[in-house]
């Protein structure tokens, strides 16, 4: 879980995704949009669904680079909509040194 957190950390991707999935969290809706995106009949904990956000959002990455004709905009702003509304669920640790 924390390796995802620092990896969302340091995710780069085009301002124009981040924008569009920022303006979707709004509608975010965890039991209908997670269901759907993790093709699942019961909605996963948030370090779960986390965990298979970046994975799929990783192989959306490589399609989006490489150009791929199946590549799907919007599959890509629902899955980054998803993973920063379940990032978001995700407790919070405390470092101190």
């Given at each position: 879980m924390t390796d995802a957190l620092d990896l969302l950390k340091n995710l780069h991707r085009p301002r124009l995704l981040i924008r569009a999935a920022r303006f979707g969290l709004v509608d975010y809706n965890r039991d209908r949009d997670l269901k759907r995106l993790?093709?699942?009949?019961s909605?996963?904990?948030p370090a779960r669904a986390v965990d298979?956000?970046?994975e799929q959002e990783a192989r959306l990455e490589e399609h989006r680079?490489?150009?791929?004709?199946g590549?799907?905009?919007a599959r890509h702003v629902d899955v980054l909509i998803a993973l920063m509304a379940e990032a978001r669920?995700?407790?919070?640790t405390i470092n101190r040194v």
């Open positions: 993790m093709k699942s009949s909605t996963p904990a298979r956000l970046v680079q490489a150009g791929d004709a590549y799907s905009v669920l995700l407790p919070r």
